[in-house]
């Protein structure tokens, strides 16, 4: 299988990100989803201590043949996020869909560096703190389903 070579690659010299608990990657105005997989609604609803299929009748719906948490209605946050503290939380944080673990390294925001600054102006975590080396961006990108022991 042939090497991609890292020169087609904006961000070849790394990103910096460092989460900042802001909960704006969770919060509207804009719809958005967050896509969940079987594997992890059986964690969410294990971690909730609740069934399936109550998780699912209370905070799941389906969108085609995928499943998305649903938003409040009037805010478009996602309905595990407490804003009711000083500081924003994810109810869910242990067993956070891949989506969440994988912010901001989404192939919507690494299209370019506009895009990346465009995800910044959302998040203030973006282009501060940690470096994250381009194999390690990678990885991220490519990680599907964490709670299948994928590291």
Known sequence: ??????????????????????????????????????????????YLNITIEELSRRYLKRIGFRTTIIEEPNTRNCIFLDKSTEQNKCIIYPVRPSQCRNWPFWPENLRSPADWNKAAQKCPGVNRGKKYTFEQIEKIKKRKKWCLNEK
């Open 1 to 46: 299988m042939p090497d991609i070579s890292k020169k087609n690659y904006w961000y070849i010299a790394g990103l910096h990100f460092q989460c900042r608990r802001c909960g704006r990657c969770c919060s509207g105005p804009g719809e958005g989803y967050i896509w969940v997989t079987k594997p992890e609604m059986q964690f969410i609803a294990d």
